[in-house]
């Protein structure tokens, strides 16, 4: 909405470059990185699960919404409202709010994928109540957003355009339910990046494939710095003009689903990046362990937990052992594979 402006107008602003090019171009990273995922899911058999189908959707989102805000710069959009017509600041309006309801639903999509992903990997059923509980509360929150960015002003285009008669909740509430609302939302996104901690502990790999496993962790953990400082400038922002002094605001929300987008699919090109590090001499193969591995990785495994066809299975469910030429019996335990070594066993004892 255009201001009315006594005197001298104010300098004149434009943010919409800096937001367009650092969103536009984490927008082709996701991108790139979800179709990946898809590709890698695809072949050799078609394994897509629903975590898979909710990144794709969130993707799909994002870059709807990276377009709405080209459109909204070129109304004026990041310029002081003293210098864009009541028509361009009405259209660039309505744009910004279709772009926040695209917002929530794809950052509410993403963190559901991440959690659905974990909750297949769970070992245990303490792992799988914690998940559930998130999805719950994740669920309800942005219901709650999704309520407010439609149940806040009425008329419902009194979100865009000036008005009379306008009825709006009270301020003071609507900042509590966004502190509230988005301390609890940081809460999990830190809960969602530390949980694959206990997994991680289990796997008897190199100090080097830990810490690529951790640096996935850490998109997580930085998507959850992002929200934690969207919340400190949120009061600032809408306090100013908000033609002009949104535009931030809306970067860091779009880097917020946009890295959460990333780490949710670096996660299944793991086994593809070790591949690569293993080629360039960056990661030690397995014939360089120094101990067996008794955890086979779910990368490793058919997406249904079948044992790739490189490694022989009879109909007594004896395999050769990777490691050696001695017959071992796997038993699943969760989404590991511990192997039971018969010559030890006949002693009473596991390898």
């Not at 536009?24 to 058999?45: D, E, M, N, V, Y």
């Not at 310029?79 to 772009?99: E, R």
């Not at 070790?274 to 495994?301: D, K, Y």
């Amino acid at each position: 909405m255009g201001s009315v402006v006594n005197g001298p107008p104010p300098p004149d602003t434009n943010y919409a470059p800096t937001f367009l090019g650092v969103t536009g171009t984490f927008t082709l990273l996701a991108i790139g990185l979800c179709g990946a995922r898809i590709w890698s899911k695809s072949r050799p058999g078609f394994k897509l699960r629903v975590d898979d189908y909710l990144v794709a959707i969130a993707t799909v989102l994002c870059t709807v919404g990276f377009f709405l805000s080209v459109g909204s710069s070129v109304h004026g959009w990041g310029h002081h409202s003293a210098y864009v017509s009541p028509a361009d600041t009405t259209t660039l309006m309505k744009l910004n709010f279709v772009q926040q309801v695209i917002w929530i639903g794809a950052i509410a999509i993403t963190r559901l994928s991440i959690a659905l992903s974990l909750l297949r990997l769970s070992p245990d059923r303490a792992w799988k109540w914690i998940l559930w509980a998130v999805i719950a509360i994740q669920v309800i929150t942005y219901a709650g957003h999704m309520l407010f960015q439609f149940a806040n002003c009425r008329p419902l285009k009194a979100n865009w355009m000036p008005m009379y008669d306008v009825r709006c909740w009270p301020r003071k509430y609507v900042l509590i339910f966004g502190w509230v609302a988005n301390g609890i939302l940081v809460a999990l996104d830190v809960i969602l990046a530390l949980l694959p901690i206990h997994l991680i502990r289990t796997l008897n790999r190199t100090t080097r494939e830990k810490m690529l496993i951790c640096c996935l962790m850490a998109m997580g953990l930085l998507a959850a710095v992002i929200a934690a400082y969207r919340m400190g400038i949120s009061d600032k922002t809408f306090a100013g003009d908000l033609v002009s002094g949104t535009v931030m605001m809306s970067m860091w929300c779009m880097l917020e689903v946009l890295l959460g987008i990333i780490a949710a699919c670096l996660a299944p090109l793991k086994a593809h990046a070790e591949r690569f590090l293993h080629r360039v001499g960056l990661l030690a193969s397995r014939g360089e362990m120094t101990r067996p591995s008794f955890v086979m990785s779910l990368a490793e495994q058919g997406g249904d937990g079948a044992v790739p066809p490189s490694r022989s299975t009879d109909d007594s469910g004896l395999k050769d052992s990777m490691h050696s030429g001695e017959r071992k019996e796997t038993k699943k335990v969760g989404v590991d594979a511990v192997e039971v070594d018969h010559d030890h066993r006949d002693n009473g004892s596991m390898v």
